[in-house]
């Protein structure tokens, strides 16, 4: 059980990854992703290992969904593209997104994490784990610069202070120089969660992002350009009858409406 190498912020990753595998066994998935199960049963776990709403299954599965896209776009636009996945868990996004074969791909995790996606994960040509821990500086040294960068961080914030995410964005500004940073911005756990005891409280910033221009402030160079609640997505319309009609709800309340989003900034 990967439970035996994993500290309680590594063992996060194990419920966004049941999540997905719950989306996968639905008639209508809204990710879709068939690999979620394989790499469940290859860490020895299994989605009924964690307890979740279809509420919570639908928001992690469509805010998955969305970062892909927009990962997908990115690559198409720059076919000789770096992707740095951050925090990426035991997440199958580069086969999800399927680049072109010119664009390089790093998931980057911390290093007990780095070493089980291996074990557990199909290797991918193009595809590498970094293992190192993103609060410190040098976890970019062993990435190629002068090449257009996008970098995705979902779910990772709330697990990172203040000073933190400001060394993570001094980071991807001072290495890479140009570039988009794509954001999952929602509360953790999310609603409809129950997280296991072993990782319950280890959130840092459990609220998200309260205003997206906070890392305008953290990191002058970063320029926030975009906002897309997961509530007004069309993919919506697909969703199970409770979560579609929850949030529906949502859209007439902005607040509401903001408390799961895509946020997309440039540097």
Do not use: K
Request: proline share 10%.
């Amino acid at each position: 059980m990967p439970d035996d190498e994993l500290t309680p912020v590594e063992r996060t990753a194990l419920l966004t990854l049941s999540a997905r595998a719950w989306d996968a066994r639905h008639v209508s998935p809204v990710l879709g992703d068939a690999m979620a199960e394989q790499v469940l049963g290859a860490l020895g776990s299994a989605p009924e290992h964690w307890r979740m709403t279809s509420a919570a299954v639908a928001e992690i599965a469509l805010r998955t969904s969305m970062l892909d896209d927009a990962v997908r776009g990115f690559a198409v636009e720059h076919p000789d593209a770096v992707v740095l996945d951050l925090g990426a868990g035991f997440d199958a996004r580069a086969q999800r997104v399927d680049p072109p074969d010119g664009v390089d791909w790093y998931d980057v995790d911390l290093p007990a994490v780095a070493r089980l996606r291996e074990r557990s994960l199909p290797a991918r040509t193009g595809s590498r784990a970094v293992g190192a821990s993103l609060a410190e500086p040098g976890w970019a040294e062993p990435i190629p610069t002068g090449r257009p960068v996008v970098a995705v961080a979902d779910g990772l914030l709330p697990f990172l202070t203040e000073q933190e995410i400001a060394v993570l964005l001094l980071a991807l500004t001072d290495r890479f120089g140009t570039g988009e940073l794509l954001v999952d911005d929602s509360r953790w756990p999310p609603l409809g969660a129950w997280p296991s005891p072993s990782i319950r409280g280890v959130a840092r910033r459990p609220a998200g992002i309260e205003d997206p221009r906070a890392l305008e402030r953290w990191n002058p160079r970063m320029h926030w350009v975009e906002e897309r609640p997961l509530v007004h997505e069309p993919e919506v319309a697909r969703l199970p009858p409770v979560p579609r009609h929850l949030a529906r709800a949502a859209t007439h309340f902005p607040a509401a409406a903001r408390t799961a989003r895509v946020l997309r900034y440039r540097f």
